[in-house]
């Protein structure tokens, strides 16, 4: 699967963004999808997942509260809602797959920027 993630940009603190990530091929509904982020300086880490129906997501303990993971299969699309957001969510945010082996489909990323 191909993936291209959209949504990013500069936001100031407190304020909100929406990510997209878009995918292609018909078996969308059989991946788990992933975010993931990457600041500077730092390994990149998870966010948050959502299995294939969207009955089950789980997020990383720093965002708990304020992003939301959802998905649209009949979009193909994986959307982050991220609300509330801080000066140390400032990343290159990427999307991923998971067929069951592990995260191995990422896309290109987007950046997101949150001013103090």
């Known amino acids: 699967v191909q993936l291209q993630a959209s949504g990013g940009g500069l936001v100031q603190a407190g304020g909100s963004l929406r990510l997209s990530c878009a995918a292609s091929?018909?078996?969308?509904?059989?991946?788990?999808m992933g975010w993931f982020r990457q600041a500077p300086g730092k390994e990149r880490e998870f966010v948050a997942a959502?299995?294939?129906?969207?009955?089950?997501?789980s997020y990383a303990d720093s965002v708990k509260g304020r992003f939301t993971i959802s998905r649209d299969n009949a979009k193909n699309t994986v959307y982050l809602q991220m609300n509330s957001l801080k000066p140390e969510d400032t990343a290159v945010y990427y999307c991923?797959?998971?067929?069951?082996?592990?995260?191995?489909?990422w896309g290109q990323g987007t950046q997101v920027t949150v001013s103090s």
């Open positions: 091929g018909r078996t969308f509904s059989s991946y788990f």
């Open positions: 959502i299995s294939w129906r969207g009955g089950s997501t």
């Open positions: 991923a797959s998971n067929a069951g082996t592990g995260y191995d489909s």
